[in-house]
């Protein structure tokens, strides 16, 4: 299994940009998260979604952030228009059922917003 | 509210043992996870604690009082490999991982 996969790895953009980060699963597993990291605030749970729909968008930081899981094998993080400040690296996870399966983090999209 | 607290930075020798802390205070507490964060990487599963007590794997054991909101992961026989961020987090309620802010450990020869 190839793990998550994560595109881009890299993105700088300017401020107003529209800016989507994708995300495939390693399938099978049907819990999807997405995680923003920064120095100041470590690790955050923005979204999650169990069998594709949104269970828990609670972290969410602002109307300028969505977030879709069209099918199984595939979910996109947007944000339009972007800003300085949502500058830092965005990770994807995903586990299988049970209380104690692990989440399995992808290897991130570090986005920078000029 | 929910909060973890785990120290910033450590130091420690090749081949030594390090002990890092984190102690939480959340709601709906179901759980506590170890994950280990190399520079530019993913955070990678080390240890998963629901139950009082100690859990050995190898090198790396964790260890959690549900009773103080404590926990700790012991790493032995340190190697220069175990240079990177450990990352304490709570789980709350079913799904929801409440990550602390990590310490970052440094290894010297």
């Known amino acids: 299994d190839a793990g998550v996969i994560q595109s881009p790895r890299h993105e700088v953009t300017e401020m107003g940009q529209e800016v989507t980060l994708r995300c495939k699963p390693i399938?099978?597993?049907?819990?999807l998260f997405w995680y923003r990291q920064t120095m100041m605030r470590g690790l955050e749970l923005l979204i999650y979604?169990?069998?594709?729909?949104?269970?828990?968008d609670s972290g969410m930081p602002e109307d300028r952030f969505s977030a879709k899981m069209p099918n199984a094998s595939f979910s996109t993080l947007k944000i339009q228009p972007s800003e300085p400040r949502d500058s830092a690296v965005y990770f994807c996870?995903?586990?299988?059922?049970?209380?104690?399966?692990?989440?399995?983090f992808g290897p991130g999209t570090r986005l920078t917003v000029l | 509210g929910q909060n973890i607290d785990q120290p910033t930075e450590m130091t420690a020798t090749e081949g030594a043992i390090v002990q890092i802390n984190c102690t939480y205070q959340?709601?709906?507490?179901?759980?506590l996870f170890w994950y280990q964060q190399h520079a530019g990487e993913a955070p990678t599963f080390l240890s998963y604690?629901?139950?009082?007590g100690l859990e050995e794997k190898g090198r790396f054991s964790s260890f959690l009082s549900r009773s103080k909101g404590y926990s700790y992961l012991l790493l032995k026989e340190l190697q220069m490999k175990d240079s990177a961020s450990y990352l304490c987090?709570?789980?709350?309620?079913?799904?929801?991982?409440?990550f602390g802010t990590g310490t970052r450990l440094t290894v010297i020869p």
């Open positions: 996870a995903c586990r299988s059922g049970g209380q104690s399966d692990t989440q399995y």
């Open positions: 399938s099978g597993h049907d819990y």
């Open positions: 979604f169990n069998n594709n729909v949104p269970i828990d």
């Open positions: 959340t709601s709906g507490f179901n759980g």
């Open positions: 604690n629901v139950l009082d």
């Open positions: 987090a709570a789980r709350t309620g079913a799904n929801n991982l409440f």
